[in-house]
């Protein structure tokens, strides 16, 4: 027992030693308590708290990042890697020769809710909330997902041709929604970054006259079959769109499917939805999407099939991509983060994997705040960051090579929306006092999207016995090594990484807490 209390001491020693807590060019979080059980970050038009450009010590040296529920916000520190053990616990072994997939990038939705409510700050102020997001100093977000056209959280329903019969699409035309929002806040995010963005296109329904039910909501699919009129239009329709936003300067590395086609197949399902099952999405990629991709001036965009819960895998995918017709036009297969605790990954992403490694898995949609047992905005909610964290290393370690979040920005309420399925965000927008809220879960994104950059490739981990600690690492392009530690439990947990190519790091997982480990290997 005295030994154990010693040992106990002196890692703890070991620890502070090692650490050197950085200032520079961080500034500091502006907490705000709601009542939940962590805090928000206030910012306006003059300040917000920001971690700036990440640079690693020199070798021999390593980066720490910690936020945690006690208040800590990407707090930054450095220590000394040691020659040898500190005796630790539990040791975090670093098996760089396993190597997985590599990273594409991390990001959030371009709703019109969300460019609403950006918009609806000062201009200050929105170039403040971009830069968390797009900038070098904020989270390093690569990915916007772009709806074509309404979805829920929109304050209208729209498509861009609701002109029956328009079968050639003449009148085919953006929505003010994008001439005077999306857009705008597109190119000045892209302005802010270091890097080109890489823009996905998703569907949520066709137009009314295209589709069964007559109607833009609930139950309905498109009329007629795969390589029909009605399948044909709604290829071209994808095509258009590409069309007209690439007149503003903006090219779409992908798009998908549709979003969620489980919903369309619902009974009275209560917002925008089209139908599809595994099969007839096959087919229509096959005989409609597929080649008017490939006969447009945009053969290299990415085809992304699925665009729902991963409770459907593998059987959509094998339904999509056993048919060597598809399959010749789809690069990858998106999942959507709800209903993750019914099938276990292994079962749904891994076999997916296994089964077609030659097609990748993305994550384009997540929100907390969805449940109705848990709805809406809850500011500060660390329990929320937890589940991000939690689900982006599970992707993570089952081959998913990025993890978009849903609405960039909401309102206090989780809208707008027009069918008021409101819902929470990592940023939270108070117009009436021109400030915005960073939520515990724009921090929990920030651990990831900040430092596994594009082309990042997961490599093996392993933990010298059980732990309640979740992790998953990573060499980036440069060579240096990031490695991800969850800490969901109430007691904080000594440990040790041990990189066999520069030797070990003690570092301790406070009680509720999230850590980004970086050091150079070279």
């Known amino acids: 027992m005295v030994l154990s209390s010693l040992s106990s001491v002196l890692w703890a020693l070991v620890f502070v030693a090692a650490q050197v807590i950085l200032s520079a060019g961080y500034n500091k979080c502006v907490a705000r308590n709601f009542g939940h059980d962590s805090v928000v970050c206030e910012c306006n038009s003059t300040y917000c708290d920001s971690i700036g450009p990440v640079n690693l010590p020199p070798l021999g040296q390593f980066s720490s990042y910690l936020s945690s529920i006690a208040g800590s916000r990407l707090e930054a520190s ?114 802010l970054s270091p890097r080109p963005l890489s823009l996905l296109a998703c569907a949520w329904s066709a137009p009314a006259w295209l589709k069964t039910n007559g109607a833009l909501t609930g139950k309905g699919s498109l009329k007629g079959q795969p390589g029909g009129k009605e399948h044909k239009t709604w290829a071209q329709y994808y095509v258009r769109f590409l069309e007209e936003y690439a007149k503003y300067n903006l090219t779409f590395w992908a798009l998908t499917t549709g979003n969620e086609p489980s919903a369309g197949m619902m009974t009275n399902y209560s917002f925008q939805a089209l139908g599809f099952t595994p099969e007839e999405q096959r087919d229509w990629v096959s005989l409609d999407l597929g080649p008017a991709l490939h006969d447009s001036s945009y053969p290299h965009t990415h085809v992304l099939i699925l665009d729902d819960s991963r409770v459907l895998l593998p059987h959509w995918a094998k339904v999509v991509l056993s048919d060597v017709h598809a399959g010749r036009y789809i690069h990858g297969v998106a999942v959507h983060w709800y209903l993750d605790s019914v099938v276990p990954p292994g079962i749904s992403l891994g076999t997916t994997h296994d089964l077609y490694p030659e097609y990748y898995l ?161």
């Open 78 to 191: 450095q220590g000394v890697v040691w020659a040898q053990s500190t005796g630790g616990r539990l040791r975090l072994t670093i098996v760089p020769y396993q190597k997985y997939q590599k990273i594409r990038g991390f990001g959030g939705a371009m709703t019109d809710a969300a460019a609403i409510n950006i918009l609806s700050l000062s201009a200050g102020a929105q170039d403040q909330l971009l830069r968390q997001y797009f900038s070098s100093e904020g989270i390093g977000y690569s990915v916007v997902r772009v709806p074509m056209a309404s979805c829920d959280f929109s304050t209208r329903l729209y498509t861009y041709a609701d002109t029956p019969g328009d079968y050639d699409l003449h009148n085919f035309t953006l929505a003010p929604e994008d001439i005077n929002m999306k857009i705008p806040l597109l190119q000045r995010a892209q302005a």
């Open 362 to 522: 993305f994550g384009t949609e997540a929100c907390a705040g969805w449940n109705p047992l848990n709805k809406g905005v809850m500011l500060g909610s660390w329990d929320r960051a937890e589940q991000y964290a939690h689900d982006i290393i599970e992707d993570l370690n089952h081959y998913v090579v990025g993890w978009t979040d849903w609405n960039l920005a909401l309102d206090p309420n989780g809208g707008p929306n027009w069918v008021k399925n409101f819902v929470d965000s990592p940023v939270i927008v108070d117009a009436t006092r021109d400030v915005f809220y960073k939520q515990p879960s724009f921090y929990s994104m920030a651990h990831f999207s900040k430092f596994l950059w594009e082309g990042s490739q997961r490599v093996g981990v392993s933990a010298s016995g059980e732990t309640h600690l979740e992790f998953s690492a990573f060499i980036r392009p440069d060579g240096s090594l990031v490695l991800i530690i969850l800490n969901r439990s109430s007691s904080e947990i000594l440990f040790e990484v041990w990189d066999p190519a520069v030797g070990y790091i003690p570092s301790t997982a406070p009680a509720h807490s999230l850590l980004t480990l970086a050091w150079k290997r070279q």
